[in-house]
């Protein structure tokens, strides 16, 4: 059993409860202990809440529960605000991790505590952070320079809502998540929000090594996409791309316009 004292799981919980139980379930055969557990329901159904206090009573976490749903950042909000511990380990329950994950989360933990000017570690992504310079251990530190061009649109996305490490005083430095929006744009906005202050962020480089996202047939993803961003051909992905540039740019100058003002 390795008991990680410094820190709080967080997993916030939509209508897939049997995804959530066998999140806990692998870290519990993975013989891994966290300080505490939160889990931070977005009024979820009768079916799953019933399921919530069954998985409770297993796996004894604090279950942080609102009469209607709210949307990821009021999701995200009052779980963050229920974390004690120093260190916050944020997955959503649609995520399961490896035996490797573990050894990677001690020395990410490690890198933390050591360096206080650290403020978030990154297991996961869809794509590889275009601008990485390596530190140690497999892990990078994510270089975002607004000059670069070559480097496109993923630059930007240097903070993700995918599983990482973060402080859990990120609020007093980054704000707190939009509320009353689409996940997507919760996501984002916190993404730019974290781009404007600044941030000393590492990634893992083999991000499919650690843990991996499960959406089964029975409990499909709650996020749904539009045609314009599941559309995967050639112009439209020139096209798409270009405009994600375009508007991350000019985002990116008001958000830093309306922090000087």
């Given amino acids: 059993m390795y008991t990680f004292d410094k820190i709080t799981l967080l997993i916030t919980h939509y209508n897939r409860s049997n995804s959530l139980a ?26 799953h ?3 919530l206090e069954i998985l409770k009573n297993s796996f004894h976490f604090k279950l942080i529960t609102t009469p209607v749903n709210k949307g990821l950042g009021n999701n995200i909000n009052k779980g963050q605000d229920a974390v004690k511990t120093p260190l916050t380990l944020y997955i959503q329950e649609d995520f399961v991790p490896r035996e490797a994950f573990i050894d990677k989360l001690k020395i990410a933990s ?18 590889k952070y275009p601008n990485l310079k390596p530190v140690a ?4 530190q994510m270089i ?7 480097e496109g649109y993923r630059k930007f996305y240097l903070y993700s809502d995918h599983p990482h490490l973060r402080r859990s005083n990120f609020f007093e430095k980054f704000g707190r998540y939009p509320e009353g ?9 916190m993404m730019l929000q974290v781009l404007n202050v600044g941030a000393k ?12 996202q499960e959406n089964s047939a029975h409990e499909p993803s709650t ?3 539009n045609f314009l961003r599941n559309n995967n051909s050639i112009v439209f992905s020139l096209l798409r791309d270009l405009y994600r540039y375009l508007r991350l740019n000019i985002e990116l100058l008001f958000y830093k316009i309306k922090g000087k003002n």
């Fill in 137 to 140: 251990h497999g892990f990078s």
């Fill in 22 to 47: 066998k999140l806990l379930q692998s870290f519990q055969d993975l013989s891994v202990k966290f300080e505490d557990i939160v889990v931070s329901d977005d009024g979820s159904n009768a079916e």
């Fill in 181 to 189: 929006i689409k996940p997507d744009r919760t996501e984002y906005k």
């Fill in 110 to 127: 490690e890198m933390m505590q050591n360096d206080k000017e650290l403020d978030l570690v990154r297991f996961y992504a869809y794509f």
């Fill in 144 to 150: 975002f320079n607004h000059a670069h061009i070559w």
């Fill in 49 to 51: 809440l019933q399921e």
């Fill in 223 to 225: 996020v749904k996409r």
């Fill in 201 to 212: 962020a590492y990634f893992y480089e083999d991000f499919k090594g650690l843990i991996e």
